[in-house]
C-alpha cells in the first residue's frame, strides 16, 4: 500500500456494490453499528480488532482481498 491515506472511504462489497465498512483513520467501522471491525496497518495489511489476526490486504489501486485466497472482497470508494 502506498503512503495514501484511505480515512474517509466506503469499502464496499466487491459483489454488490454495497457500503459495508466506513475508513475512519486507521479503523474500519461497520457502516451499520459504527463498531469498530477491522484496523489497517501501515503496510496494508488489515487486522481483525478483536484478535490482531491478519484478514486482508489493502492492494494500491484500492482492493482489498483475502489474505488466504487473494480474491477480492471490498473495493475502497472515495
Known amino acids: 500500500?502506498?503512503?495514501?491515506?484511505?480515512?474517509?472511504?466506503?469499502?464496499?462489497?466487491?459483489?454488490?456494490?454495497?457500503t459495508r465498512f466506513r475508513v475512519r483513520g486507521n479503523r474500519m467501522v461497520d457502516a451499520n453499528t459504527g463498531e469498530?471491525?477491522?484496523?489497517?496497518?501501515d503496510d496494508g495489511r488489515v487486522v481483525d480488532a478483536n484478535s490482531g489476526e491478519t484478514r486482508f490486504r489493502v492492494r494500491?489501486?484500492?482492493?482489498?482481498?483475502d489474505v488466504n485466497t487473494g480474491e477480492t472482497v471490498y473495493r475502497l470508494r472515495g
Open 1 to 18: 500500500m502506498s503512503d495514501e491515506t484511505w480515512d474517509g472511504r466506503r469499502a464496499v462489497s466487491a459483489d454488490s456494490g454495497d
Open 60 to 65: 494500491d489501486d484500492g482492493r482489498v482481498v
Open 36 to 41: 469498530t471491525s477491522f484496523r489497517v496497518r
